[in-house]
């Protein structure tokens, strides 16, 4: 059964992550917002939630599956999102689908190219993601998409109001630790922007995470992400 609580022991190290990825944007007008796909069915409610507030008028949801969200979503995560975005009171004319991507610049390469060929060409862009992945997937479109304005948001929940909607704590605290990798892995190998260099607390509580075992989602390449 999965562990719904975060273990007292490592609760700071959690939390100085969790903060460290929150990139504080706010959400704001644009040409169109991009709901990321993955597990977290929140993306799809905040982009519903922000769609009918008014702030753009053209969604792309993109992502195909993973072995983690295939049972959940088996058409896929994009079509997913679109299903539960309509049943929110979306409009199915306001949203595209992009089924095809596996990773982070592939939904942006992918949605950027479904929008051209509906003659859509955004100069302003809202990314939706999970909390954890704010900074390198506006990192990620800094590099694929160098022309747009872009903004990432994520829906705006405490840390443990945000495990309760998951439900499996171990797997919040992998998410992290992976994004966190990740941030400066990418930049050295020019998949993502360099925005700025990781701070001395977070890799701290990254180390500390690592040696009590939350490494799941490490990436092969496994050196120091201070290096």
């Known amino acids: 059964m999965p ?8 609760r700071e190290d959690v939390q100085t992550l969790w903060a460290f990825h929150d990139l504080k944007h706010e959400p704001r007008p644009v040409d169109v917002c991009i709901g990321l796909g993955g597990h977290d069915l929140g993306v799809a409610d905040y982009t519903a939630d922000l769609y009918l507030d008014g702030l753009f008028q053209q969604i792309v949801f993109t992502g195909a599956n993973a072995p983690t969200t295939i049972d959940v979503f088996p058409e896929g995560e994009a079509f997913g999102y679109r299903d539960h975005a309509i049943a929110r009171g979306v409009p ?26 509906h003659q859509i060409e955004p100069s302003s862009v809202l990314l939706v993601s999970h909390p954890y992945q704010q900074r390198r997937a506006f990192a990620t479109c800094r590099v694929v998409w160098p022309d747009v304005d872009v903004w990432c948001v994520s829906r705006p929940l405490p840390l443990d109001a945000y495990l309760r909607t998951i439900g499996d704590a171990d797997r919040v ?22 925005e700025e260099d990781v701070p001395d607390d977070v890799v701290v509580a990254f180390d500390r995470l690592v040696a009590a075992g939350y490494t ?8 120091p992400i201070d290096v």
């Open 3 to 10: 562990n719904v609580m975060i273990p007292a022991e490592v």
């Open 92 to 117: 199915g004319s306001a949203v595209l689908v992009e089924p095809a991507a596996t990773n982070t610049s592939e939904n942006l390469e992918y949605s950027r190219k479904l929008l051209a060929e």
């Open 173 to 194: 605290i992998d998410m992290l630790v992976g994004e966190t990798q990740r941030l400066t892995l990418y930049a050295e190998l020019g998949f993502i922007a360099h």
């Open 216 to 223: 799941s989602r490490l990436v092969e390449d496994r050196r």
